[in-house]
């Protein structure tokens, strides 16, 4: 591995240095840190490959081949641009690579490839790594309507495919119905919004309260504007209510990844027949449109529940209870 040190790895950009788990690839010669190939499931200069791309050293800008001359033949060492292996000057070929000494070499053209050809190489190969069944459809299927992620979910879905019930999904854990709503599952999060907003009313109502008698307290109200009932009754149910809310983020994280990789299988078969004749473009525009992710609606919740906040505020406010504090006393 020595040739490779300081190099950078394409992925990462950290150079090579003693003890680095090194993989290179067999078509171009490339190395990469062994994390870093396996994250990206794909060679750095997958694209060249076509071009007959061969990696060089980082060496051999800081220490070109040298052209044998007298000098070089009478014993000054001479560093192959190749492997980076030091040669002594009595020596036309490199001792590690074969390479010959004193000829120029070729500088591979570099070339920009398009976001859209890379998306596609990126599924291709990845899709491969994973299979062409997973519930009736192809990886690449998967990969084109899921979109963002696919590192992530396609394996899980071949997993699926072979027996396994259930996987761990901390997001839609952390984030819940939002998550739901970004992942564009639609119908499932307007339910989990619904029983979570539902159950979250006697908390809502307590809090309500509390927020009045701090009011009070600070002589911005000269009363409770509404005295809420039943409290003790609404505080065990405030309990209960969190409990199921918690298992209902629970089950999400465990069964998310089932459910929505039922809903890739289901939505892919349903529009086979659609896009039979269609061109690959117009079949990426189309799961674009289905699948993939969506900031929208997450947004929209979070703007309504800041508006939310606000009407209660302007509730209190307006009420004929509220006293306007003297703002001299809190400066």
């Not at 963002?148 to 699926?160: D, G, V």
């Amino acid at each position: 591995m020595q040739s490779y040190f300081g190099s950078p790895c394409p992925y990462c950009g950290e150079k090579f240095a003693e003890g680095d788990d090194i993989v290179v690839c067999p078509e171009c010669g490339t190395p990469h840190h062994r994390d870093c190939y396996k994250e990206h499931s794909a060679c750095a200069n997958e694209g060249k490959h076509s071009e007959n791309y061969e990696w060089k050293s980082a060496l051999s800008a800081a220490a070109p081949h040298k052209p044998h001359t007298e000098s070089s033949l009478s014993g000054e060492p001479v560093v192959c641009a190749y492997c980076g292996c030091e040669n002594t000057g009595d020596t036309r070929y490199c001792k590690n690579c074969g390479a010959p000494f004193g000829e120029e070499q070729p500088k591979p053209e570099r070339r920009t490839i398009p976001f859209e050809e890379f998306q596609r190489e990126r599924f291709r190969i990845f899709s491969e790594s994973i299979g062409d069944n997973l519930g009736g459809i192809t990886a690449k299927e998967a990969a084109v309507f899921v979109r963002s992620n696919i590192e992530y979910f396609l394996p899980r879905f071949a997993a699926f495919t072979k027996g396994v019930k259930f996987d761990t999904n901390f997001s839609a854990f952390i984030f819940s119905y939002f998550y739901l709503f970004y992942r564009k599952m639609y119908g499932l999060g307007i339910a989990v919004f619904a029983a979570t907003t539902i159950l979250s009313i006697p908390a809502l109502l307590l809090d309500f309260m509390t927020v009045q008698e701090q009011y009070v307290e600070m002589g911005m109200l000269s009363q409770i504007i509404w005295e809420v009932p039943h409290q003790e009754a609404l505080a065990i149910y405030s309990i209960i209510a969190s409990l199921l809310i918690w298992i209902m983020r629970i089950a999400l994280m465990m069964f998310f990844n089932r459910i929505y990789f039922g809903k890739v299988v289901s939505a892919v078969k349903g529009a086979r027949e659609t896009l039979a004749n269609e061109s690959e473009k117009n079949i990426s525009d189309f799961f674009r449109k289905k699948g993939g992710t969506s900031m929208v609606v997450p947004i929209i919740l979070v703007l309504l529940t800041f508006a939310a906040s606000f009407v209660l505020a302007g509730f209190i406010v307006s009420s004929e209870f509220f006293i306007m504090p003297d703002m001299a006393n809190f400066l």
